[in-house]
């Protein structure tokens, strides 16, 4: 799997941004975003099932953040409203290629990261 994400960018707190991600090879079962900020853990975001019958949001997300994928060509979106200066930091798309349902996931649990998107918010 070859994940290739885009869309990240410096925006003012309460703005919107829509991350992209573009997909190819192997098909998976489950697809996400996590995002690690300076001096900080990666964190898992959100997560979602390729055919949409499950997702996770972390609690942070809930509200503000949604995922989804366009089925004509692949493309993964993690859409994020309401941003916080606490938002800043690198995302990443991931692929999990074993059963995914919706679950927590931890960095070990993925099988693909694409390359990364800085994501800037200003107060």
């Known amino acids: 799997v070859q994940l290739q994400a885009s869309g990240g960018g410096l925006v003012q707190a309460g703005d919107s941004l829509r991350l992209s991600c573009t997909a190819s090879g192997r098909t998976f079962s489950g697809y996400g975003w996590f995002r690690q900020a300076p001096g900080k853990e990666r964190e898992f975001v959100a997560g979602r099932s390729w055919r949409g019958e499950y997702s996770y949001y972390a609690e942070f997300a809930k509200g503000r953040f949604a995922i989804s994928r366009d089925n004509r060509d692949n493309t993964l979106y993690l859409q994020m409203n309401s941003l916080k200066p606490e938002d800043t930091a690198v995302y990443y798309c991931?692929?999990?290629?074993?059963?995914?349902?919706?679950?927590?996931?931890?960095?070990?649990?993925?099988?693909?990261w694409g390359q990364g998107t800085q994501v800037t918010v200003s107060s």
């Open positions: 991931v692929a999990r290629i074993a059963d995914y349902r919706g679950r927590y996931l931890r960095a070990g649990d993925v099988d693909a």
